[in-house]
Nanobody
Framework: QVQLVESGGGLVQAGGSLRLSCAASRSIFSINAMGWYRQAPGKQRELVAAITSGGFTNYADSVKGRFTISRDNAKNTVYLQMNSLKPEDTAVYYC?????????WGQGTQVTVSS
């Protein structure tokens, strides 16, 4: 099993930055892929960014060039650096891990971007 704990959300003005952290309960070196999803009110949950155990990354078109996903294997933590934030980035952000045949989710952290 994998427990995921997110942190780093908050309220920020448009154009600002935040860094989200996702701490895993086991070595992330053994986790196939980890990612960040978000869900805004009334909308479906969507992929924001993902990173594989080999370091390959994937981003939603809406965040390319503004967000960066990274991992620190020594700290068992995945980060999402979010720059040039927009009001439409407002959502609950969830950490996700694909480990063996199961998918695990964190509890979510709220990001609110004011205009």
């Amino acid at each position: 099993q994998v427990q995921l704990v997110e942190s780093g959300g908050g309220l920020v003005q448009a154009g600002g930055s935040l860094r989200l952290s996702c701490a895993a309960s086991r070595s992330i070196f053994s986790i196939n892929a980890m990612g960040w999803y978000r869900q805004a009110p009334g909308k479906q949950r969507e992929l924001v960014a993902a990173i594989t155990s080999g370091g390959f990354t994937n981003y939603a078109d809406s965040v390319k060039g503004r967000f960066t996903i990274s991992r620190d294997n020594a700290k068992n933590t995945v980060y999402l650096q979010m720059n040039s934030l927009k009001p439409e980035d407002t959502a609950v952000y969830y950490c996700n891990a694909a480990f063996r045949v199961r998918t695990y989710w964190g509890q979510g952290t709220q990001v609110t971007v004011s205009s």
